[in-house]
């Protein structure tokens, strides 16, 4: 992941949910993303009760459920997509799943099949640094935190500190899937994030649905992570391989 925001500017990361639309469709689209330009991969671990997700991203979890997705599918599919993809990975999720599945040992696995690091919202920071930080450490991977309009200069800089991915500037209090352009006030939020001189990338998220949104937000950061938009594209297509390319493209070209 260092070496992709070292080489790279208007970097594009995708979120698409595991098991979405179909329990087996999880592999054929991230081949199908890293194919056609993307730069990173965030794959969704879909949860009963997902508080940061919007109500596109938390129906994709319902139907991902019911088609039977699971963390240890989930696993298995990553370390097939690993036999021919090498951009970074990103696992999001929510703390519960990880003490239901056990933490070291998820981290372990998630290390096994490839994986580059997480995103857990609902991850105390406190709770990072005293039980996971040093696991991490020593397996290499990320941990990456959100910061958002309402998050002081001095927590950022906290949270940047205890980071070794990248920041996710969260573009708008509110859940993903948010429908607007970007507004004058999120410009300077970007801007005064900015002065801050922090030492991770960072990356602007929700609400960044179409190329116009990503691009401007590529104007404030390293690049942009497009989930709603994604997940809306795979809705009822039965081509999602298709579906892929096409919405890569528009975002791309």
Known sequence: MKTLFKNKKDILNIYLT????KLDDTVVIVKELAKNGVDMIEIGMPFSDPLADGPTIQESSEIAIKNGITLAKIFEQIEEIRKTVTIPIIMMGYYNQLLKYGETKFFNKAKEVGVDGFIIPDLP?????????????????????????????KRIELLDSESNGFLYIVSSFAITGSKSDIKQNQIDYFKRINTLELKNPTMIGFGISNKQTFDTACNY????????????????????????????????I
């Open 18 to 21: 595991a098991g979405y639309p």
């Open 125 to 153: 920071l406190d709770i990072y640094q005293n039980n996971y930080k040093s696991t991490l450490e020593k397996l290499d991977l990320s941990m990456v935190f959100l910061i958002t309009p309402q998050t002081s200069n």
């Open 221 to 252: 950061a390293n690049g942009a992570i497009i989930g709603s938009a994604f997940i809306k594209a795979l809705k009822n297509t039965e081509d999602v391989k298709n579906a892929t390319k096409e919405f890569c493209n528009s975002i791309l």
